[in-house]
């Protein structure tokens, strides 16, 4: 996290949520906004060679919601899991 751009993300953010559309204020995309996902295939393109399209991308809410959804798109509701966590709280919920 030391070379996150921070100043450049704030003043990025100021400047859209001045004014933000009802758009940006609701639940209405899930899975993520068209334009961060259609951004973020960009970069990854460029910045990781990663090829991909926007569909394949999921924005998550954090750690516990993205654990959470690829167990079980990996796994099915029904399999049992095991794990071992050293630091990430919460994990545990994520497997039940």
């Known amino acids: 996290m030391t ?4 100043r450049t993300f704030a003043r990025i953010q100021s400047r859209l949520w001045r004014r933000p559309t009802p758009e940006l204020l609701t639940y209405s995309h899930g899975g993520g906004h068209p334009a961060l996902k259609a951004a973020l295939v960009d970069y990854l393109r460029v910045a990781r060679s990663v090829q991909c399209d926007a569909d394949q991308i999921l924005i ?5 919601q993205a654990i ?7 796994l099915g509701r029904a399999t049992p899991c095991g794990w071992r966590s050293q630091g990430i709280g919460g994990f545990a919920r994520c497997c039940r």
């Open 3 to 6: 070379e996150f751009p921070s």
């Open 60 to 64: 998550t809410e954090g750690v516990h």
């Open 68 to 74: 959470d959804m690829s167990l079980r798109m990996l």
